[in-house]
């Protein structure tokens, strides 16, 4: 590299995570994995929502590939939303939104507990530090498994938390293997939510409880207005999403799965700081980057260090999908038509 790329590759660093410009995936072949994202969401063809729901693993997986370096750099290890109070920071807002769910779980100490979805396991860490259970992530990408174990291995929590690599609509696990199981902002992912609750009530002893938060569509959403669609679109375009539902068609499966319902909320409305705060940035000097043009900024800079080969090619299509996913998540939540945390707490009926 020349001195006059120098200073641009250490800006890259700023903007583009480090591990992902070391090669999270192969440098040549992001811009094949980006540009066949990008196709799953081309409205020039048709029937693009079931080509999806029949590719979603791909979709996801392809999806998880390109974002998982720049969630953790931009976000943390725990890639989901929370309800924030004015007195706590948005790190603290996380770890209660995680005791939340172990609390009303009613977690146990030597508990075996499934985290369908797990990500890297910034949950599955927390939790099982909170509660002494052990946690066993459920996830099909292989790149955010290695991530998870590296972080275990850091926290020291490999005897307490560990993986499966596997579609959560098919864990290969023996029938009744938990006790009690949740999901994370993870089972939008799935094309069959029946499908995937139903995988979950069968892999759960007896009278265990499974829980956790939705990305739905609320009742305000209209599918005849052009700019809501537009939103809908953009959230699942940015989020690798095959098709986002109504939060009573939530409840609805869980019903058909056979889960007793317990408890449903939306707990978006519950915090002094909107949930989307974080995506919407403020006109400071620390926030202007999460701004709508502190992101545009940032946008038009990858497209530079593109060119100019610091970041590998595709990154700049990476960094739109990422764009689309900020403006489409802050405009659902300022017009309340989308909540990334419709609460639940479900029980699989004891024997009769």
């Not at 066993?136 to 560990?162: D, F, M, P, T, W």
């Not at 052009?226 to 609805?252: A, F, N, S």
Request: proline share 5%.
């Amino acid at each position: 590299m020349s001195d006059s790329q120098k200073p641009v590759a250490s800006t890259a660093t700023s903007l583009v995570p480090t591990a992902f410009l070391k090669g999270s995936i192969a440098r040549d072949n992001v811009s094949t994995v980006a540009s066949e994202y990008e196709a799953f969401y081309d409205d020039s063809k048709k029937d693009r929502v079931e080509e999806r729901k029949s590719m979603y693993t791909t979709l996801v997986n392809h999806y998880y590939d390109l974002a998982t370096d720049f969630y953790e750099y931009g976000w943390g290890q725990s890639f989901h939303f929370a309800p924030r109070c004015a007195t706590e920071s948005f790190v603290q807002s996380i770890v209660r939104h995680e005791h939340y769910l172990a609390l009303k779980m009613r977690l146990q100490p030597g508990q075996k507990i499934a985290d369908f979805g797990c990500g890297v396991g910034g949950p599955m860490r927390e939790i099982a530090r909170f509660s002494g259970a052990h946690v066993v992530g459920i996830n099909n990408n292989a790149y955010q498994i290695q991530r998870g174990g590296i972080h275990n291995a850091k926290a020291k929590l490999e005897a307490q938390c560990s993986f499966i690599k596997a579609d959560f609509l098919h864990v290969p696990v023996p029938d009744e293997s938990f006790d009690g199981a949740y999901a994370i902002e993870a089972t939008c992912h799935a094309p069959d939510r029946v499908a995937v609750f139903s995988e979950v009530f069968r892999s759960l002893k007896p009278g265990a409880y499974f829980s956790g938060y939705e990305w739905v569509m609320t009742s305000k959403y209209n599918p005849n207005d052009p700019k809501q669609v537009q939103i809908k679109k953009d959230i699942e375009e940015g989020d690798g999403l095959p098709d986002l539902i109504y939060d009573h068609e939530v409840v609805d499966a869980l019903k058909k799965a056979g889960f007793e319902i317990v408890e449903i909320s939306d707990l978006a409305e519950t915090g002094d700081i909107p949930w989307y705060q974080p995506l919407a940035g403020s006109w400071s000097l620390s926030g202007f980057r999460m701004t709508w043009l502190g992101r545009l900024c940032t946008h038009a800079f990858v497209n530079v260090i593109e060119t100019l080969r610091v970041a590998p090619s595709g990154t700049a299509k990476i960094s739109s999908v990422l764009l689309k996913a900020a403006q489409g998540l802050v405009a659902g939540g300022q017009t309340k038509i989308f909540t990334p945390m419709m609460f639940f707490l479900v029980r699989k009926p004891e024997r009769k």
